[in-house]
Nanobody, 125 residues
Framework: VQLQASGGGLVQAGDSLRLSCVAS????????MGWFRQAPGKEREFVSV????????YYSDSVKGRFTISRDNARNTVYLQMNSLKPEDTAVYYC???????????????????WGQGTQVTVSD
């Protein structure tokens, strides 16, 4: 499978962005799809995921209430709507695919088997 992320850019604090990630290959609907991010000098961190099994959504505390994940199985696409962006949201955002469905697994990057190339999000204050 190949994952292609897009939608990043340079915005001001308080603005919104929508990231997209298109999957080619594999059976999209049978996988949980998540987003991680990595800021300079920091480790990759979990942002959000939508489980394939019951469509549950999970968010990190830092983005809860501001970001919304969604997926369109007909288009093999997962989205991350990011509102009220803050400078601390600045990072490279990666989409990823996982065969797991519970949050205890999905919050860990090691449980994902395919990754997109990343899209840069920069939020200025």
């Amino acid at each position: 499978v190949q994952l292609q992320a897009s939608g990043g850019g340079l915005v001001q604090a308080g603005d919104s962005l929508r990231l997209s990630c298109v999957a080619s290959g594999g059976t999209f609907r049978l996988y949980s799809m998540g987003w991680f991010r990595q800021a300079p000098g920091k480790e990759r961190e979990f942002v959000s995921v939508k489980s394939y099994r019951d469509r549950s959504e999970y968010y990190s505390d830092s983005v809860k209430g501001r970001f919304t994940i969604s997926r369109d199985n007909a288009r093999n696409t997962v989205y991350l709507q990011m509102n009220s962006l803050k400078p601390e949201d600045t990072a490279v955002y990666y989409c990823a695919r996982s065969g797991y469905y519970s949050f205890s697994d999905l919050s860990s990057a090691v449980k994902y088997d395919s990754w997109g190339q990343g899209t840069q999000v920069t939020v200025s204050d």
